[in-house]
């Protein structure tokens, strides 16, 4: 059992570059979630998806786009990459019982390094 | 706006020790507390939660303190091991949404 798997686990971009960070989960949970790791900050969600077709914006949604391309996958796009974007990226899903988030599942994490 | 403070930054015991990590807020829309443990290369896992109908929840060497009216919860660990060295992070979630709210994180060294 995999359980969250992300693509690439490191990438490094020039600024401007364009990328996208993948991830799949195989534990057919329907909420999924982006997160940036920076050092003194913890981690900040970028964006998530209750469910297939839905998206909405986190803490720190600005620079970024996701697509919910099926329950099993949620990607995240730079679509212009900033120094700031620089961070250990952790994709999550999760599952619900009666409207109750339940424990995050964490993926091991792409570090995205921007110069 | 940072909504949960997480202290201390950093923290080191000797092995047998009790580390203890604070959390406080300030939402009191939030019902649901987990700790998250994270080693090095790795991403967060989810330790031990409560939610604010306890005061405290055990579970092995590790324990959860809750205090409602100071809006302050804790992690106790009892008999500190080289091995529980890890980043400690609490979080807050509010009732019916997906939205974690993270603390800053406690870097947690244990001293063989």
């Known amino acids: 059992n995999a359980g969250v798997t992300q693509t690439p686990k490191f990438q490094v971009l020039k600024t401007g570059q364009s990328m996208t960070l993948q991830c799949a989960q195989d534990?057919?949970?329907?909420?999924m979630y982006w997160y940036r790791q920076d050092p003194g900050m913890g981690l900040r969600l970028i964006y998530y998806?209750?469910?297939?077709?839905?998206?909405d914006k986190g803490e720190v949604p600005n620079g970024y786009n996701v697509s919910r391309l099926n329950k099993r996958e949620f990607s995240l796009r730079l679509e212009s990459a900033a120094p700031s974007q620089t961070s250990v990226y952790f994709c999550?899903?999760?599952?619900?019982?009666?409207?109750?988030?339940?424990?995050?599942?964490f993926g091991e994490g792409s570090r995205l390094t921007v110069l | 706006q940072q909504q949960v403070k997480q202290s201390p930054q950093s923290l080191i015991v000797q092995k047998g020790g009790i580390s203890i990590i604070n959390c406080a807020y300030e939402?009191?829309?939030?019902?649901?507390f987990p700790w998250y443990q994270q080693f090095p290369g790795k991403g967060p896992a989810l330790l031990i939660a409560?939610?604010?109908?306890?005061s405290e929840k055990k579970e092995g060497r590790f324990t959860i303190s809750f205090n409602k009216s100071a809006k302050q919860f804790s992690l106790h660990i009892m008999d500190s091991q080289p091995g529980d060295s890890a980043t400690y992070f609490c979080?807050?979630?509010?009732?019916?949404?997906?939205?974690?709210?993270f603390g800053t994180g406690t870097r947690l060294k244990v001293l063989a």
């Open positions: 979080a807050a979630s509010p009732s019916g949404t997906y939205k974690y709210i």
């Open positions: 409560i939610r604010p109908d306890v």
């Open positions: 939402n009191t829309a939030f019902d649901y």
């Open positions: 534990m057919n949970h329907n909420s």
């Open positions: 998806s209750a469910s297939e077709g839905t998206t």
């Open positions: 999550a899903s999760s599952n619900e019982f009666r409207g109750i988030t339940g424990e995050l599942f």
